[in-house]
DNA sequence: GTCTATAGACCGATAGAC
DNA sequence: GTCTATCGGTCTATAGAC
C-alpha cells in the first residue's frame, strides 16, 4: 500500500489530503456556515496561517471536498457506459452505494449543501446534471422492459437515490455491515422490493 | 369549514398558528441556527417583542414544529396497531408518506435536527423510537414470511425511511404529483421493486 | 372595556474582528 | 488582548377590532 506514498519530507504536520479529511469532518459536525476558520484552525490545533498555507480560502477546501464527491459520482456514469440501460442501473447504484462509502466525508458534505454561495451552486448543478443523467437511463431501461414503466423515470431516480444518499445519515464503515453486503441490501430492495413472492 | 374557527377577535395580526408557519419556512430556509430571532423578526415583519407574546423562546418555536412532526409519525403507529404486520408495514410507509406531504415544513425541520440541544436530542430520541418500532414491524412481518428475510430488518427499515425522507427534498404539494399517487409510487418501488418480472 | 397583537428601548453574555 | 456587533431575551406601554 505504500508503493505510491512519496516519502515525507520537511516538517512534520499536516499535509493538503490530511487538512482536508480533518477540515471536512469538522464541517459535517459544525456543518460548514456554521464553522468559522478560526475555529476550525484551533479544532486541527494550528494557526490560521498555516491553514492558509494549504488552502487559499475557506470556500476552496469545501470546494476540493464537493469536487471529490462529484468526480467520484460522475465516475461511476464513466465506467458502465457501455451497459445496456437494465443493467446499467444496477451497475451505477452498486457504483454509487460504493462511492458513498469510500467519500463518506466528502459526499455527506456534498449531499447537505443548499446553494448558499457560487460554489455552492455549481456543486448542486453537477448533481443535478447527475440525476439528470440517471433518469435518462431509467427511462431507457422502462423503453427496454427492463425496468417497470408505471412510475415516473424522474420519481424513480429521486426514490432510489433518496434511498442510497440516506446512508450517510447512519452507514459507518466500522460497523457490522461491510461495502458489499450493502450494496447488496440496497440492489435487493430498490429492485427487488422488500415483499416476498 | 369555518364551524370549528373561533371568531378572530382583537387587534389583527398573527396568531400563533400562522407565526409558528412563518417562522418554520424561515427556519428550513435559512437553517435554525443560521437564523437569529431579531432576522426572524424582520422576515416576519414584526418586532422581536410581538414574536415573544406567542413563543416564549425561539427554542419552543422549534419544539412546537418538531411535536407537530413526531405526534403525525407517532399518529401512523397507533392507528395502525391492529393491522397485521405484512399488511401494517404498507400501512405505516403509506401513512408516512401522508405525514409528510400534510407536514412538510415541520418534517423538513426535524429531518435536518442534529442534537444540538436538548429540545433537538429528545426529538432525536422521539425518532429512534419511532425507527424502532418500525423495526419491530418489519421483523414482525418477516417471522410472518410476508416480508424476505435476506435483509437485515434494522437496514431494512433504514433504507425504507431513507426513500420516505428523502421527499422532503424535491416533493412540493404544488407541483403534478399528487399525494395518493405519490404514496403509491413508493409503495411500488419499497415493497415490490422497481424491475419488471 | 376587553381582548389580542404590537413596538421600542434595553439587558447581560459572548463570539468574532482587529 | 481589547473592543464591538450581535445574540437570545425582557419590560412596559400602546394600537386596533369587537
Chains 1, 2 share one sequence.
Not at 469545501?62 to 456514469?77: I, K, R, S
Not at 446499467?88 to 469510500?102: I, P, Q
Not at 460497523?175 to 450494496?183: H, N, S, T, V
Amino acid at each position: 500500500m505504500s508503493a505510491a506514498d512519496p516519502v515525507r519530507r520537511g516538517r512534520p504536520g499536516y499535509d493538503r489530503r490530511g487538512l482536508l479529511d480533518a477540515a471536512v469532518a469538522v464541517f459535517n459536525e459544525s456543518g460548514y456556515d456554521g464553522t468559522s476558520v478560526a475555529a476550525l484552525a484551533a479544532r486541527l490545533g494550528l494557526s490560521k496561517a498555516a491553514l492558509y498555507h494549504h488552502f487559499s480560502s475557506k470556500e476552496e477546501i469545501l470546494e476540493t471536498a464537493l469536487d471529490e464527491a462529484l468526480d467520484g459520482l460522475e465516475g461511476v456514469l464513466a465506467a458502465t457506459d457501455a451497459v445496456r440501460p437494465g443493467d446499467r442501473l444496477a451497475a451505477v447504484l452498486e457504483g454509487a452505494v460504493g462511492v458513498l462509502v469510500a467519500h463518506l466525508p466528502s459526499v455527506t458534505l456534498l449531499l447537505r449543501v443548499r446553494g448558499n454561495s457560487e460554489v455552492e451552486r455549481r456543486a448542486l448543478e453537477r448533481r443535478r446534471a447527475f440525476d439528470q443523467a440517471v433518469t435518462a437511463i431509467v427511462r431507457a431501461a422502462q423503453e427496454e422492459g427492463a425496468v417497470r414503466a408505471d412510475v415516473d423515470a424522474s420519481v424513480a431516480t429521486r426514490l432510489l437515490f433518496g434511498m442510497v444518499n440516506s446512508l450517510v445519515e447512519w452507514y459507518r464503515p466500522s460497523g457490522p455491515e461491510g461495502a458489499e453486503a450493502l450494496a447488496r441490501d440496497v440492489l435487493a430492495v430498490a429492485l427487488d422490493g422488500l415483499r416476498t413472492r
